[in-house]
């Protein structure tokens, strides 16, 4: 029979387990002066989890075609690492509308990449916005207000949209069409005034992306309804023409929610690399990144702690991700100049590069770390670099 715990006895156990333990401290002491393993490299052989892998190709995936246009999506299913950010590259024909719809668990973050779009949207206040958008545009929609989106030509247009949460599929989306047509034809129909006759005209699924006609440039009667208020939460930010942050090896523009206040999850950076530019070593302490290789190709190497690391190219279309926290660098490829768009779960945006880093501490203490000169130390950058140039 098993004794019951008594003060006495479980005090007498503690003092037990502490002499045992002392004991045993004591004896891997004297085992550690036996050996000349440095604590170091047996710190090094924990079992870290190696790094995820950090690059899937966008542009290379199958995702949804059809007349009106396609889509291709990224979210955890196909891209594990990525948890907090999901994406999609969209095409849409001149006239073809992305049918209306809403998003249940993530806002809409979106950037032009040709052509032009109009947005309608609608929030939870009755105000509605329509509004056109051209290249370098962007827009954000809060989770869950409807919207649609069209392309007003002349030629197609093609667009990358983001969203806060890797579990997101644009193709679980809350369509229109697909809504009406599994409701009842009487309830359906007497919500929008019809006869059940008149409805069975409608589609008798989602169409998710329809061909329509082109609107004009700019709509007299925008909405159907003439006493809509316009909305006071703009949805549209000019991006590209934000006098950006320049650099010796390129330019960073950014958008976070001081300068579009509505955009209240995310913030973005719109990165341009000369050729032979490094966006040098830095981290973000407050977010994951998610990046889109618009244009050019590009090398990044990321780091994970505890000696982990890796390193990939990329070329256009083609998503990375790296998590909050983790070092890492770009540095461009080819003969052309290379193009990210950047996209961070948090509507602040921060980093810390090396140089700012090296430039925050005394040159004493860097050359001691290090176990190098202060001359070497003296030769270092003074200040935030940012991008540094092709190297001479």
């Known amino acids: 029979m098993k004794e019951k715990p008594t003060p006495q006895n479980i005090l007498f156990n503690r003092r037990e387990v502490l002499s045992s333990a002392m004991m045993t401290t004591a004896g891997i002491a004297a085992l550690s002066l036996s050996t000349e393993r440095p604590a170091v490299a047996a710190e090094r052989d924990h079992p870290f989890h190696p790094l995820e892998n950090f690059k899937y190709d966008l542009g290379a995936s199958q995702g949804w075609s059809g007349k009106g246009g ?9 891209f594990p690492i990525s948890k907090s950010i999901a994406g999609v ?69 093609h667009f990358l949209l983001g969203f806060d949460n890797g579990n997101f599929s644009e193709f679980g989306t809350f369509s229109i069409t697909d809504w009406l047509a599994v409701t009842h034809p009487a309830i359906a129909a007497r919500n929008l005034g019809i006869s059940v006759t008149a409805l069975a005209g409608f589609p008798k699924e989602e169409a998710y992306i329809v061909p329509g006609k082109l609107p004009p440039p700019v709509p007299s009667e925008p909405f159907r309804g003439g006493s809509v208020p316009t909305s006071q939460s703009v949805h549209k930010f000019r991006m590209a023409e934000v006098e950006p942050h320049r650099f010796p ?10 300068q579009f206040p509505i955009q209240t999850t995310m913030s973005a950076v719109l990165m341009h690399l000369e050729v032979g530019a490094l966006r040098e070593l830095h981290w973000h302490p407050n977010a994951d990144e998610w990046f889109y290789v618009a244009a050019g190709r590009c090398r990044v190497g990321l780091f994970g702690a505890h000696g982990r690391h890796v390193v990939d190219e990329f070329r256009p279309g083609q998503v990375g991700f790296v998590k909050q926290g983790f070092g890492h660098y770009i540095e461009q490829l080819g003969d052309e100049p290379t193009q990210l768009i950047i996209l961070f779960n948090s509507p602040v945006y921060q980093e810390i590069s090396l140089s700012k880093w090296l430039a925050g501490n ?23 670099v940012g991008i540094f140039g092709p190297q001479k």
């Open 70 to 78: 396609s889509a291709k999506q990224v979210n955890v299913d196909q």
């Open 249 to 258: 090896g390129g330019t960073e523009r950014v958008v976070a929610a001081a």
């Open 362 to 384: 005394p040159a004493q203490l860097i050359a001691d770390n290090l176990g190098i000169s202060q001359t070497l130390v003296d030769q270092m950058p003074k200040h935030w």
């Open 89 to 157: 590259s969209m095409r849409l024909e001149p006239g073809a509308i992305r049918e209306l719809h809403w998003h249940a668990i993530a806002a809409e973050w979106a950037y032009i990449l040709e052509g032009n779009v109009r947005t309608t949207v609608i929030s939870p206040d009755g105000q509605a916005d329509d509004v056109y958008f051209s290249v370098g545009d962007v827009w954000y929609f809060p989770r869950g207000y409807g919207h649609a989106l069209q392309c007003v030509g002349p030629k197609a247009c």
